[in-house]
């Protein structure tokens, strides 16, 4: 089982939809978790932080079941602006300090 | 604003001459990152500098090297660039966040290319 697994789609979806990813994970003793956004041929950037069960910032909604070990993001009333990669890290400790392992991406292509 | 600054963001260099890739930061992280990215593929982590401790992922292949000289800044040294070391190389920085964990911040990426 890879340590973290998306679904890389893509999800094609109408523009003021609502749309879900997944992510699994395999490390049980991961305690934070982070979404990110990429655009095409761009750098990784910050979407949310989850720490505890969830984590809600306008549009989008991250829940985390630590108990099926995986993550998600809703994205509501979705927009063409928010087409794009998006990645999944579970954070792991390790003797020489915190690291991040992602997931391949999942594409999301927002339309008309 | 303070940032994660990468030079340049295009290299071109030839198969087997060496290349350097730089990296500095604005927000006083102690902890600085190397990421090698591939088309559709996750970032992949290659090591990582907490202050100036030295961590290098067990499949990072030899060939590459890093360099930390202050907190500010980290290099990443390819010494005989192959055609499959052709990619975008992403830095990011943390603060320490103990079993928590911090968000890591990335810079814009280099994109390396291979003659």
């Known amino acids: 089982r890879k340590e973290v697994e998306q679904d890389p789609g893509p999800f094609n979806v109408p523009e003021g939809a609502t749309v879900a990813f997944n992510c699994t994970y395999s490390?049980?003793?991961?305690?934070?978790f982070f979404w990110y956004r990429q655009d095409c041929r761009k750098e990784p950037k910050l979407l949310m932080s989850v720490y505890s069960s969830g984590n809600e910032d306008g549009r989008f909604t991250a829940q985390l079941n630590r108990a099926s070990q995986y993550i998600s993001l809703l994205i509501r009333d979705s927009k063409l602006s928010d087409s794009a990669t998006y990645l999944c890290?579970?954070?792991?400790?390790?003797?020489?300090?915190?690291?991040?392992?992602f997931g391949t991406g999942t594409q999301l292509k927002v339309e008309l | 604003d303070a940032m994660v600054i990468q030079n340049p963001r295009y290299q071109v260099t030839q198969f087997g001459k060496p290349v350097t890739l730089s990296c500095s930061q604005t927000?006083?992280?102690?902890?600085m990152y190397w990421y090698q990215q591939k088309s559709s593929q996750a970032p992949k982590l290659l090591f990582h500098y907490y202050d100036k401790d030295f961590n290098n992922e067990a499949d990072t292949p030899d060939n590459f090297q890093s360099r930390r000289p202050n907190t500010s800044f980290c290099f990443l040294d390819i010494r005989s660039p192959g055609l499959g070391d052709a990619a975008m190389y992403l830095c990011?920085?943390?603060?320490?966040?103990?079993?928590?964990?911090?968000?890591?911040?990335f810079g814009d990426g280099t994109r390396l290319s291979i003659l």
């Open positions: 927000l006083n992280h102690n902890v």
């Open positions: 890290a579970v954070n792991e400790l390790t003797g020489g300090g915190n690291k991040l392992t």
């Open positions: 490390n049980s003793a991961s305690q934070s």
């Open positions: 990011a920085t943390s603060r320490d966040g103990g079993a928590g964990g911090q968000p890591q911040h």
